[in-house]
């Protein structure tokens, strides 16, 4: 197997004496597409925010493709796009506009700017919405464009957070496309409560639960383990905790 792209390795964020993430340790490889689970209070967003390098954790580290994200900041964060589950955009810009100051951001060259906003917006269906206000857009063209400015560098790692709250169903679908075919070209983190999100797009899986990881494998291995009963039941089981435990 390739050289990870990203390394997640003894993980831990403290507030007080509570760990809401507890020693979680991972990799990703190139051409994976990572489903990461869990109830709410998990603690999958704090590791999200701690990846993404906008969280500091009170131990462990986080490598992209090699770089230590604490020791090298900007280096590693040019390796990486990220998605929040609320997308970074300025309405009165129109989508050129946008992914224009996206791609500055992301210092691609002056010369390169033009031909990746460009390959942009064609793998996110948004050539036909380039003059558009960001604010006219429908919700789904909102969550494409926020994927655009998080592939507009050409990253190594792309981290998406809940990519298909509040979509409708036909949204929903060419959303998980999108992110399926991302997965052939970058290594991919869907963080999500969505079972079958991660069925349609995710190649592994990984659940939380009360801070640590409960589960940690191939999407087969969790339906093996599911067996008639369907995900839905081996996700409670691993995520039940002992105050709600019968």
Request: charged share 25%.
């Amino acid at each position: 197997m390739s050289n990870p792209t990203l390394t997640a390795h003894n993980l831990v964020r403290r507030y007080g004496p509570h760990a809401a993430v507890d020693h979680v340790s991972f990799e990703l490889h190139r051409g994976e597409v990572l489903g990461f689970l869990g109830p709410n209070g998990a603690g999958k967003s704090t590791t999200m925010q701690m990846l993404t390098g906008n969280l500091a954790p009170s131990g462990g580290s986080v490598r992209i493709c090699g770089v230590d994200l604490r020791e090298h900041p900007r280096e590693a964060k040019a390796r990486l796009g990220y998605l929040p589950e609320t997308p970074p955009l300025y309405r009165d810009l129109t989508v050129d506009e946008f992914l224009i100051l996206a791609a500055k951001l992301h210092r691609v060259g002056k010369g390169e700017i033009a031909a990746a906003v460009a390959r942009a917006k064609e793998r996110c269906g948004l050539k036909k919405v380039g003059r558009k206000l960001i604010g006219a857009l429908s919700k789904g063209y909102r969550q494409r464009l926020g994927i655009a400015q998080a592939i507009v560098h050409n990253p190594e790692v792309v981290i998406l957070d809940e990519p298909t709250v509040g979509l409708d169903p036909l949204q929903i679908r060419e959303i998980r496309s999108l992110i399926r075919e991302l997965g052939g070209e970058h290594s991919v983190i869907l963080s999500t409560h969505i079972l079958p999100e991660v069925e349609s797009a995710c190649d592994r899986v990984q659940i939380m639960n009360e801070g640590k990881l409960v589960f940690q494998d191939t999407l087969a291995s969790l339906k093996e383990q599911a067996g008639s009963g369907g995900l839905e039941e081996v996700f409670v089981k691993l995520t039940l905790s002992e105050e709600t435990a019968p």
